[in-house]
């Protein structure tokens, strides 16, 4: 798993080959070099989606309650593609990256399911965070933004802070989002994001940067080559998700490109697997909630203001 998370992060989603290739071109060739090494795993190393699936034992909660400024920053649904801009914006304010990391998204990768594994809070949607007792009363102040122009408050104590930001996440359903250049539109907004949450925190904070889950992009010669018996099963079964709650009435087709949670009767699809959405879902191209590489392994960037 090292070794595909490096390859990931050096050799294709890198501030290099964003610049040489230009977005659009950065996220389509990127996706379909994913796309080949994802299918390669999947036949020959399996053992990888085993390791996905493997709970973390690191919590941001944890992180939040020591003794030290700490602030927590959650792009909702930001992936490793967008990581080069992100150390570009620090760069380009006067912040030192710490440490260039990756964490993981929860079972599934989903908000919910993070905010529970995450911040201990089981079924609380991030936009009630600021309001939840159980964060004020140990000390975190905790801020929402339902888009890319809201900005948080000026802290006026010394709490720890937790910041969740639902863009780019908000975007995916747009009507842009039906194109490989709303990539360059997500890059493009994410100044306004980082003005509005990572400059607002006083300078003295340690600063942590992760998401909640990245996503699929979903565009020819991205997703996995499947039969049209098992393809057409698949189709059936998920609809338009990725994940779905286990009915005694209808029982999920016997597919290798299954994962099952048996603990939450929850299967999830497993790899870059495409389904034959329908309605407004049939034009969208970025998807989460499954297991696959690109929506489970997560940004953790640590900066600090020089």
């Keep these: 798993m090292p070794k595909v998370i490096s390859w990931l992060k050096n050799d294709i989603w890198t501030p290099d080959r964003l610049h040489q290739l230009g977005p659009v071109d950065y996220l389509i060739k990127g996706e379909k ?7 390669q795993i999947f036949s020959f190393a399996s053992r990888v989606y085993n390791e996905l699936a493997t709970p973390t034992q690191s919590q941001l909660i944890n992180l939040l309650k020591s003794d030290e400024k700490v602030a927590v920053v959650v792009l909702d649904g930001l992936s490793l ?16 990256v710490i440490k260039n990391g990756t964490g993981r ?14 911040l ?7 936009s009630k965070l600021p309001k939840r007792k159980e964060l004020k009363t140990q000390g975190i102040s905790a801020f929402y933004l339902n888009n890319d122009t809201n900005w948080i408050s000026q802290p006026t104590d010394d709490s720890n802070i937790l910041v969740w930001s639902a863009f780019p996440d908000i975007t995916y359903t747009d009507s842009g989002a039906r194109f490989a250049n ?8 994410l100044g306004n994001v980082w003005m509005s949450t990572v400059q607002q925190i006083p300078h003295d904070y340690r600063i942590i940067i992760t998401s909640d889950h990245g996503y699929v992009f979903f565009d020819s010669g991205t997703s996995f080559d499947i039969g049209p018996r098992e393809k057409r099963a698949l189709n059936q079964y998920f609809g338009n998700d990725r994940n779905k709650l286990v009915d005694d009435e209808l029982q999920p087709p016997d597919s290798k490109y299954i994962h099952r949670l ?3 009767d929850l299967v999830m699809l497993k790899g870059r697997v495409r389904t034959a959405s329908t309605g407004k879902a049939a034009s969208l191209k970025y998807k989460h909630g499954g297991l696959s590489l690109m929506e489970m392994v997560t940004p953790r960037i ?3 203001k020089d």
């Design 33 to 39: 070099q994913v796309c080949k090494i994802e299918e």
């Design 81 to 96: 593609r967008e990581v080069p801009t992100l150390l570009e914006l620090a760069e380009n304010s006067g912040y030192s």
């Design 105 to 118: 998204a929860a079972l599934p990768s989903e908000t919910m399911d993070f905010v529970a594994q995450q």
């Design 120 to 126: 201990g809070l089981k079924g609380v949607s991030p």
């Design 182 to 189: 709303h990539f360059n539109n997500i890059a493009s907004r």
């Design 262 to 264: 048996n603990n939450r």
């Design 302 to 304: 640590e900066i600090r």
